[in-house]
């Protein structure tokens, strides 16, 4: 598997891009990782787990910023390191079977301001919050969301939905999710 | 209008988390040499084609049975105790969950600086050269040869450094054997990446020599040229 993620990298300058942002975020994700796994072997480890998966998703690095690739490189290491701890405490990695809200964004009581949704995002859980900063903050589509993090498009859409209903205050976060 | 105010609040809240993180562990960290050597491998294979570089290799059953029968066989030999993991001396590697470990437990008249350095004695023309690690007690040099799909990473370490060092053998290709090269102790294995690594006990230094797309064959040859360097 890992040969053919090698295989992705066609370009001399998609090789120097990959060298650039190891060099550049790599203790940053290391310590992103370390605060999840608070384990320097683990965290070493989901490091270079997550430039597996940037190789695969390199192309897509290309295209945007400087602050971009950090918040990328930041989400995708910390869903890793969010993985391994899970698959330790040998719980579900992702909760598939969401239950279906029924609230839309059009059903929430209109009044809510900043505040209130910054101070809903704690009842995000880091899974929730990973797919809703790529998605909210960085505008990505659900389709790429679900190559970044490696998790199936069905539970893009459910997250996204989720937090949204979470953050403008129409549904309570379990921290399972 | 909502999706803007849960865009800042997330970006927000990203930033809170990375500077926490950040604090909390302010040191940068030192990563590890079997880290290094994952992203060595990521970066250096990056634009090779697996299929062209996979060499001859024993597969890993196969290499098992020998090893074990050989194990057995010295054991029955030389009359030795049935340390199925240890190698020369006071070598010894220990299998655990994903990794091996060797132990080298005689490190006290070793130096403990690179008071002699050495390199390859082979013709390097065609090789961009990396140095990765140069301390006084660790050399790390990188040499890529991106037209024949070459890499060779060369190490030279203080005993005490290396005395209990992670070997990555989770799936080995062929596991680590003992081996003899210009009446130097030392041993080999093949990684499940395809890394051919030699790591060698020479003149009171630990020397590793890791290559993709050589064989096992050309690799030995490129150990045999180690040598010291003018001062």
Redesign the interface.
């Known amino acids: 598997m ?2 053919f993620y ?2 992705m ?2 370009t ?1 300058e998609e ?1 120097s891009l ?2 650039f942002l ?1 060099t550049e975020y ?3 994700m ?3 990782a ?2 999840v796994l608070h384990n ?2 683990e ?3 989901a ?2 787990e997550a ?2 998966r940037i ?1 695969k998703n390199i192309s897509k690095f290309h295209e945007y910023s400087c602050q971009e690739n950090r ?1 990328y490189a ?1 989400i995708v290491v910390k869903g890793i390191a969010l993985n391994m701890k899970n698959k330790q405490k040998d719980s579900e990695e992702y909760l598939d079977d969401i239950p279906d809200s029924h609230c839309t ?1 059009e059903e929430i009581e209109v009044k ?3 505040e209130e ?2 101070a809903n ?1 704690s009842a995000l859980s880091p899974a929730l ?1 990973n797919t ?2 790529l998605y ?2 960085e ?1 990505l589509t659900p389709a790429e969301i679900s190559e970044m993090l490696d998790i199936k498009i069905d539970t893009v859409y459910q997250r996204i939905h989720r937090a ?1 209903a979470i ?2 205050g129409g549904e309570k976060g379990n921290g399972n999710v | 209008m909502y999706n803007e105010m849960i865009r800042e609040a997330l970006r927000a809240d990203f930033e809170r988390e990375v500077g926490i993180a950040a604090e909390e562990f302010s040191l940068d960290h030192k990563f590890s040499r079997r880290h290094l050597r994952q992203m060595k491998r990521l970066f250096a294979l990056s634009e090779e084609n697996s299929a062209e570089k996979r060499g001859r290799h024993i597969p890993l059953k196969k290499a098992v049975v020998i090893a074990i029968i050989a194990v057995l066989l010295t054991a029955i030999l030389t009359g030795a105790s049935m340390l199925i993991y240890k190698l020369w001396d006071n070598y010894r590697i220990r299998d655990l969950d994903l990794y091996s470990l060797l132990e080298i437990t005689d490190i006290e008249n070793a130096p403990t600086t690179l008071e002699q350095r050495y390199e390859l004695g082979i013709d390097l023309s065609g090789y961009k050269r990396k140095v990765h690690i140069d301390e006084c007690f660790e050399f790390m040099a990188e040499y890529t040869n991106e037209k024949e799909k070459k890499h060779l990473v060369f190490e030279q370490n203080t005993k005490d450094v290396y005395q209990n060092v992670f070997l990555n053998t989770e799936d080995a290709i062929v596991p680590p054997v003992e081996v003899e090269i210009n009446g130097y102790k030392g041993l080999f294995f093949e990684s499940k990446y395809e890394d051919m690594v030699y790591i060698m006990d020479i003149d009171n230094y630990m020397f590793e020599i890791a290559g993709g797309g050589f064989t096992r064959e050309e690799l030995a040859e490129i150990v045999k040229t180690i040598r010291k360097t003018e001062k």
């Open positions: 890992l040969s090698l295989q990298v066609e001399p090789k990959v060298e190891y790599r203790q940053l290391f310590k992103i370390m605060s320097e072997y965290a070493e480890d490091v270079h430039f597996v190789i918040a930041v964004e809510i301001t900043c949704i910054m995002i919050k809703a900063y909210f903050a505008q949204r953050l403008l």
